[in-house]
């Protein structure tokens, strides 16, 4: 298909749309999730359903979905095939054209560099509740990006994913064999990471502070194959008309999703998570009292889930997770599992 006809495909169909607003995800973030799933020997219909997303959203680009259940789809997807590198083997193989206005949005750009800078600006439209940023090292940029919704834990495969996406793009303009200097994600490492680098072509690190790509500069001003700055333009509006009304989330989904992120350094004070979020320590608390909860209940049901989700990762030793969780030592997160659960760390990895 001419590359020109399938962007006007996308333009015409989202300034078709009434402005109805993006719920959290354009649907096109799942564009082959099906045939995807199948291959790997997965019931699309059973992952569907346990996350709560009606099957007919998938084959409308321009519908979306809560961010919630499109993550949930995702890490359902990894447990019911058996793959846990699932979200990564489907980034390898997205093309930035599924993606949709936002993938079209790379595509016209100029540059490599403008269509990163593009891809960093419009993403919010495309994926709402999400934090990315480009930032410059000297010989080399780095790309950043976070899911920030309090209400997803779990988020590997999306990051895995969206990496894949990223390094799908740049290769547009850069070439099939360019790789990254290296790949950072949030996560814990996986029992086979090797497979990450062989997958990136560069060396990966887990627990970071943000999931991540070094790229050096030298591939930044490489032309971009379909440039089309008037198609650009166009797909820019088109995005933000589906996104005329957005969702917030509540201030204690707010605080979780920043509890999460701040955790890796240590238990994050009140006062630390205040001074993020623009706010004082007494304002914070006043709207988390409006919402019935406090900033305490917020922290341990973030460590609560968290400490579950690890349990659950056999590769991962009990001794780590008290740090992962931000306790200075094992005893504290042994003593506060045992009051969340009945149970130690242990008794419940073995149930």
Known sequence: ?????????????????PPAGN????????????TFISQQGGDIDRILGRSGVNPEILTQPTSSLKLTHYCQVLEQAAQQTGCE??????GQQFMPQQLG?????????????????????????????????????????????????????????DA????????????????????PRMVHFEHASPESWHEHCKVFDAPVYFNQPFNSMVIDKTCLSRSMPNADPMLLSLMMEALQRLNVSQATQSMAEQVRASIQTHLVDGEPELDKIADVMGMNRLS?????????????????????????????????PITEMGLLLGYSETSAFSRAFRRWFGVSPRQYRTN
């Open 23 to 34: 719920q959290g995800v354009l649907a096109a973030a799942a564009t082959g999730l099906s």
């Open 160 to 179: 895995e994913l969206t990496m894949g996406m990223v390094i799908n793009l740049i290769r547009q303009g850069a070439g099939k064999a360019w790789a």
């Open 1 to 17: 298909m001419d590359m020109s006809c399938t962007h006007s495909h996308y333009v015409m169909k989202a300034l078709s749309q």
């Open 284 to 316: 914070l608390q006043r709207r988390l009292k409006a919402e019935s909860v406090t900033y305490r209940q917020l922290l341990e049901s973030v460590r609560r889930d968290l400490a579950s989700h690890y349990l659950q990762q056999a590769h991962i």
């Open 85 to 90: 590198h699932f979200g990564l083997y489907y």
């Open 101 to 157: 206005l936002i993938g079209y949005i790379g595509l016209c750009s100029a540059t490599v560099q403008d269509a990163l800078t593009n891809l960093v600006h419009a993403f919010g439209w495309h994926q709402h509740d999400t934090f990315m940023q480009f930032v410059d090292l000297g010989d080399a940029v780095r790309v950043d990006y976070q899911i920030r919704h309090g209400g997803i834990v779990v988020r590997r495969q």
